[in-house]
Every structure is written in C-alpha cells, then in structure tokens.
C-alpha cells in the first residue's frame, strides 16, 4: 500500500534521453459490510470469506441465527447454526460451519449493526486465476446468492451495488435476466429487510438488477 514512484529512463542510437516518471497509488482493501436489520435479513457475500468459518464471518453479538438452505440434498436440506454468549453452535446434519459464495442466507439479527467481514479479492499479476464459482440448483425452490466471479465488488461500499461483470476488458452491469442465463430459473423473491416482506422478482431482460449482497 502506499505511493509507488517508477522513473523510466530511455535512450536511443543518436544520443537522445528522455525520462518519464509514473507515480501509482495503492490503497490496502477494506472489509465487506453487510447491511443488517433487526430480525431477519436475507444475504450473501459475493466472494468467499478469507476464513469461512461462520464465527469469524458473523461477529457481531446481535447475531443470534444463521440459515441456508440446499435443496441438493431433499432429505435434509436445511442447515441452522446459533449464537449464544459469543459461541456458535449447529445441531443440523450437515452442520452450518463456514460461509461460502454462491449460497443464500438468512440471518436474524437482534439489532441494527452492520456485519464486516474481509472477503478474497482479485486475483494479482501473474497469480492463478481461481476456478469460477458454480451454484448448483435443481427443480423446485432453491436459496441462492450473488456472486462476483471477477472479485472486485468485494469491499466496503460494495453492498447494495449492481454486479458488473468484466466482458473484452469492459466492466457491464447485470441484471438478473443475465445472472440466470443458461437455467432453467422461473420465478424469484427477494427479502426486504427494511419493510420486512418478500418481494417478487421481475426475470425478464433489463427489469430487476443483480445485486451484491442479495439472497435470492
């Protein structure tokens, strides 16, 4: 982090010179910020958490439940973890341990703080480029959310934003038209927190956009 000073110094055949100086500015990244309401709120994170294990990733005491949902496994598709005194703890089989992109969540929350939680971030010059990020559905009702396959929209003013996604070196915004491309997806629901009610999901092209931070 910090300023980078580069000084570029060149000269040709004839005797020419010239210097060019480049000063980069890079700033460190700031942790994700879930928007929370009291009693239940419905979320994601986009990228996977730096530690997925849900303690790490819900902190905050207010937090009293977390629920998701796998409809990939119809004889015990629900997975329910609580906190009580700072401890989290899940009776379900499979048990609810870690956070990961890709699902949806249901939280319940017993205040209005807001849940900060550091996120894996793009990938660097000449790193690996991590595997795309696949979210199995299958016929019926499933809990999904919102992932950004490029990593970008990972930080503190991300929540609440439109995906964008990086197409020939051009960042376009999603909607869920485009989010959905390829499924056999019919019908959605959002949760609104703030009014405490579902709200429908229009799927057809350019009407409800794909939105960080959203369980769906």
């Known amino acids: 982090t910090g300023k980078h000073k580069f000084v570029i110094k060149t000269k040709d055949s004839a ?9 980069v500015t890079k700033s460190a990244r700031t942790d994700f910020k879930m928007t929370l309401y009291a009693g ?3 979320i994601s994170v986009p990228s996977d958490p730096v530690d997925t294990a ?4 819900f902190s905050n005491t207010g937090i009293k439940q977390v629920v998701t949902y796998s409809a990939t ?4 598709p629900w997975r329910i973890a609580s906190q009580a005194e700072g401890v989290w703890t899940s009776q379900t089989t499979p048990k609810l341990e870690n956070i990961t992109a890709g699902a949806g969540y249901w939280v319940e929350s017993s205040d209005f703080e807001d849940q900060t939680v ?9 790193d690996v480029r991590p595997a795309l990020i696949t979210i199995p559905v299958v016929a019926g009702w499933n809990l999904i959310g919102v992932v950004d396959q490029d990593k970008i929209q990972t930080q503190k003013s991300d929540f609440g934003t439109q995906l964008a996604v990086n197409i020939d070196g051009s960042s376009t915004n999603q909607d869920l038209f485009d989010y959905i491309a390829g499924t056999t997806v019919t019908k959605g629901y959002k949760y609104l927190a703030a009014s405490a009610e579902f709200d429908g ?6 009407q409800t956009d794909a939105t960080i931070g959203d369980g769906l």
Not at 201 to 206: F, G, R, S, T, W
Request: glycine share 12%; aromatic share 2%.
């Open 54 to 57: 849900i303690a790490n990733v």
């Open 201 to 206: 999901l229009n799927l057809n092209d350019n």
């Open 118 to 126: 550091a996120l894996s971030g793009p990938s660097g010059a000449g």
């Open 15 to 23: 005797g020419n010179t010239d210097t060019d100086t480049l000063t």
């Open 40 to 42: 239940w709120n419905l």
């Open 73 to 76: 496994t119809p004889k015990q």
